[in-house]
């Protein structure tokens, strides 16, 4: 026994793509949001949920294609990312990065 199947595919897959639309649609929202928001901090929030979305579709990614090296870049984005956040909203606070 092979386990369910859908359209030909084991229903893991199938759910792993159609995830991965989802938070494509996800990524385009957070697109839009950064690109018409309309103060700063919704666009370092934004920018901030373009991360977070990026980092799921690589993980679903690498669970899609079976590789272990989606996981390892999605834990770099996800240090980037956090990292520019702080930056981000220091600059904002203090309209200086530097002290």
């Known amino acids: ?10 229903l893991i897959d199938t759910t792993i793509v159609a995830v991965m639309y989802v938070v494509g649609v996800a990524m385009l929202m957070g697109l839009y949001r ?4 309309p103060t700063l901090p919704d666009r370092i ?9 990026a980092i799921a579709e690589l993980m679903l990614l690498g669970m899609h294609m ?5 996981f390892e ?4 984005i996800a240090m980037l990312g ?17 002290e």
């Open 82 to 98: 956090f990292v520019g956040t702080v930056v981000l909203s220091k600059f904002v606070i203090r309209r200086d990065i530097v």
């Open 34 to 37: 950064l690109l018409r928001g």
């Open 66 to 70: 079976r590789s272990a090296i989606y």
């Open 73 to 76: 870049a999605a834990l770099v």
């Open 45 to 53: 929030l934004a920018l901030d949920t373009l991360n977070v979305t």
């Open 1 to 10: 026994m092979t386990g369910i199947q859908v359209f030909g595919y084991p």
